[in-house]
């Protein structure tokens, strides 16, 4: 699958200057309820040229957690659509805050729906979301995490940001890189993986360390990783399994699973 090197690549050790300009969208439910609150972010660097969008999408309270407050934020550059998504939900009780990064191309972001009957939601913005046939690399992963985190600061507290999740497959060169290392400390045999080896490892990567540089902004750290759901995959199936790493023997299959990282604050 080709990488495309998008317009705003290079957040690690080079500050960039961005000028966020919030855009309001206000949108009706088909019942005449109105759907505030949805909004877009116009990115400009120096570069006249680079038109980059970041949607910030509500979950509509009718299909969400009463107990939640959710926002879907997603990126559009240069008239491409990013193939990622993050998820924000406010726990209105704890008043703590977890997203969740996603590898969901053909995900419809739901803004029009009806409070009678759930089955009847319409994706009005799916016009917007859809699937590119680019794939991120990893640095530019992490500019459009970087990017979507400085929107999402205009409306969530981010210092209150505890858990963060992604599968393994989701970040490109994660799951190659975490396999790789875990077969050369522990060997091939897939009947022995345990979850907390894996974390273990995902812990002294370096995806932790590019991870804590971004979340410092906010004054959060990562303090535990986590891993559930631990499975291997053909590396045929998976997405993303030849972008940066090349593993180090000749195995057919990758891990992926959920990663849960725990944060805290930074003192």
Do not use: H
């Amino acid at each position: 699958m080709p990488t495309k090197q998008l317009p705003f690549i290079g957040i690690k050790k080079k500050i960039m200057k961005w000028i966020i300009i919030p855009v309001c969208i206000v949108l009706l439910a088909c019942d005449n309820t109105t759907i505030s609150n949805n909004v877009a972010y116009i990115i400009k660097d120096t570069n006249p040229n680079v038109d980059t969008i970041i949607y910030g999408i509500n979950v509509p309270s009718e299909i969400s957690d009463p107990r939640y407050i959710e926002k879907e934020y997603f990126l559009l550059a240069n008239g491409d659509t990013s193939n990622y998504s993050c998820f924000f939900a406010f726990d209105k009780v704890k008043k703590r805050i977890m997203m969740d990064y996603v590898y969901e191309p053909y995900r419809k972001s739901y803004v029009n729906f009806s409070t009678n009957d759930s089955s009847s939601i319409i994706a009005n913005f799916e016009s917007l979301k859809k699937f590119s046939p680019y794939e991120l690399n990893y640095k530019d992963q992490l500019t459009e995490i970087k990017l979507i985190l400085d929107a999402a600061s205009k409306e969530f507290d981010l210092d209150k940001l505890r858990y963060l999740s992604l599968n393994m497959t989701a970040l490109n060169g994660l799951a190659d890189t975490i396999t790789s290392l875990y077969i050369k400390k522990f060997g091939d045999n897939i009947e022995t993986i345990e979850n907390v080896q894996v974390a273990a490892l995902i812990r002294k990567s370096t995806f932790t360390y590019d991870l804590d540089e971004l979340l410092s902004f906010y004054k959060v750290r990562i303090d535990k990783v986590n891993v559930d759901g631990l499975i291997c995959i053909q590396k045929t199936k998976s997405k993303g399994n030849n972008a940066n790493v090349s593993p180090i023997n000749s195995v057919d299959w990758i891990l992926d699973g959920l990663v849960i990282l725990s944060l805290s604050p930074i003192d």
